[in-house]
C-alpha cells in the first residue's frame, strides 16, 4: 500500500526567503504526485500535479516541485514566500489501480514578518 | 458554478445520536469520496464512490454509511455518534479517482 511521510509537522520561514516542504512517499509503481494547500477554516486546493513526464513541476502561486525518483521524494519549493503563504500544505500520493489519495499529516507552514 | 458544497457547516452532537452529512457536487464528477481530518494525522479517506450506485470502504469507515444514488450527491450517514467520531469532514469530488481532487468547505462535527 502506497503510504506518503512529511517529516516536517511546522516550519517558520521569514517573509521573502525561499521554501522547501518535504515529502517522501512509498508507491511501487510510478507514482501519481499531488501538493494540496489548506488555508484556515478552508477545504483543500490543489497547488500542483506529477503524473509523468518533467520531473520539475509548475503549479499555481508561484509554487514547483521536484519529483526524485532515486530518493521517492517530491519537495514543494518557492523562491520568496509571502504572508499569505501561511497555511497548511499535504503531499499526496495516488493509486491508479484502487482509485485512491493517501495524503501525508501535513506541514504547518508560518510566515513571520 | 458552485463546485462541491457541504452542509452543514457545524454540527454538535450527543453521544448515540445518527446524522448525515450532506455533499453534492455540480461539476458531473464520476468519483466522489469523504475524509476525515484529525489533527497530526493529515487527512483519512472514510468511504468513497466511482460512480452512481458503486461505493467501497476506505482507511477508516466504520461507524459510517454511505449511498450513492445520483451522480451529484454523496451523504455521509453516522449511524451512532461517538466521541472519537469529533473531526472536520470534508467532500471531494474528482472526475477519476487519482485525478485533482475538488474539495467542499468542509463541516466541523463536535460529539458530546
Known amino acids: 500500500a502506497q503510504s506518503v511521510t512529511q517529516p516536517d509537522i511546522h516550519i517558520t520561514v521569514s517573509e521573502g526567503a525561499s521554501l522547501e516542504l518535504r515529502c517522501n512517499y512509498s508507491?511501487?509503481?510510478?507514482?501519481?504526485l499531488f501538493w494540496y494547500v489548506q488555508s484556515p477554516g478552508q477545504g483543500l486546493q490543489l497547488l500542483l500535479k506529477y503524473f509523468s513526464g518533467d520531473t520539475l513541476v509548475q503549479g499555481i502561486k508561484g509554487f514547483e516541485a521536484e519529483f526524485k525518483r532515486s530518493q521517492s521524494s517530491f519537495n514543494l519549493r518557492k523562491p520568496s514566500v509571502h504572508w499569505s503563504d501561511a497555511a497548511e500544505y499535504f503531499c499526496?500520493?495516488?493509486?491508479?489501480?484502487?482509485?485512491?489519495?493517501?495524503f501525508g499529516t501535513g506541514t504547518r507552514l508560518t510566515i513571520i514578518p | 458554478n458552485a463546485g462541491v458544497t457541504q452542509t452543514p457547516k457545524f454540527q454538535v452532537l450527543k453521544t448515540g445520536q445518527s446524522m448525515t452529512l450532506q455533499c453534492a457536487q455540480d461539476?458531473?464528477?464520476?468519483?466522489m469520496s469523504w475524509y476525515r481530518q484529525d489533527p497530526g494525522m493529515g487527512l483519512r479517506l472514510i468511504h468513497y464512490?466511482?460512480?452512481?450506485?458503486?461505493?467501497d470502504q476506505g482507511e477508516v469507515p466504520n461507524g459510517y454509511n454511505v449511498s450513492r444514488s445520483t451522480t451529484e450527491d454523496f451523504p455521509l450517514r453516522l449511524l451512532s455518534a461517538a466521541p472519537s467520531q469529533t473531526s472536520v469532514y470534508f467532500c471531494a469530488s474528482s472526475p477519476t479517482g487519482v485525478g485533482e481532487q475538488y474539495f467542499g468547505p468542509g463541516t466541523r462535527l463536535t460529539v458530546t
Open positions: 508507491y511501487g509503481a510510478t507514482p501519481y
Open positions: 499526496a500520493v495516488g493509486d491508479f489501480g484502487n482509485e485512491k489519495l493517501t
Open positions: 461539476m458531473n464528477h464520476e468519483y
Open positions: 464512490s466511482v460512480g452512481a450506485g458503486i461505493t
